[in-house]
């Protein structure tokens, strides 16, 4: 049985996208998981999509039915605000046909997230990209302790999901505990996707 993972984020500035190949990596370790990364286009304000169809660069820009055939999910924004960005709140906002027909029921979700600042809400951002996919009936993944970078870290990594400590001016790169933490995250994604889809 084959399972296929969406690994689907926004990302400014290269944090968020570092992480998504991270996860990627650790979904891989799981025996037939087929990734797919997609990343969203910048919102305007007056909601009207301006980008391209073909990103300049980077993964193809997620459309529904990539959400719709995938059994399991990865979702990663940069925390603004201590919030979501606007682009992946714009795409969630779009799934409503997804919620009706209940497509994403018992599929397994979690989130990943880019702040810079330690206490500038890491998990506030998780969070909310968690409430809409409660409310799409998706099996919330965090990361369980055993992971022992989440005790080491001093930088992200929640149990909710895994984060990244962002720099204000020249980010260096993600800790050597959150790149272990996005790869411990794909694999425990992929693993609950086989078996939840094993039993469906
Ligand atoms: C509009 C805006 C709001 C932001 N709000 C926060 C915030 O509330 N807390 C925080 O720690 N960082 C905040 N940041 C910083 C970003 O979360 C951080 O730079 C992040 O790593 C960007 O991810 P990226 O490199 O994938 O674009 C904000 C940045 C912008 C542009």
């Known amino acids: 049985m084959n399972i296929n993972l969406l690994i689907l984020y926004y ?8 992480m998504a190949k991270h996860i990627a990596r650790g979904a891989q370790q ?8 997609r990343q ?3 919102a305007s304000f007056t909601t009207e999509q301006t980008s391209d169809p073909i990103p300049e660069s980077g993964y193809p820009y997620c459309e ?3 959400l719709a055939e995938c059994d399991g999910l990865a979702i990663g924004s940069p925390s603004y605000f201590g919030s979501m960005a606007a682009p992946v709140k714009l795409f969630l906002d779009q799934t409503s046909t997804l919620w009706m027909s209940g ?4 599929k397994p979700a979690c989130a990943f997230a880019s702040a810079s600042s330690m206490h500038g809400g890491h998990e506030m951002t998780l969070q909310s990209m968690m409430i809409p996919l409660l409310h799409h009936g998706m099996v919330w993944a965090g990361l369980p302790y055993k992971n022992k970078a989440l005790i080491n870290t001093k ?9 990244h400590l962002a720099s204000h001016t020249s980010d260096t790169g993600l800790s050597d505990d959150e790149i272990e ?7 425990r994604l992929a693993e609950l996707a086989t078996a939840l889809k094993k039993r469906s």
């Open 11 to 18: 990302s400014r500035h290269g944090s968020v996208a570092t």
């Open 30 to 37: 799981v025996a037939n998981t087929h990734v797919v990364i």
């Open 40 to 42: 969203l286009p910048d």
């Open 64 to 66: 529904l039915d990539d």
């Open 103 to 106: 497509q994403l029921i018992d």
């Open 155 to 163: 930088a992200g990594g929640t149990p909710y999901g895994v984060t």
């Open 181 to 187: 933490l996005c790869v411990a995250q794909g694999k």
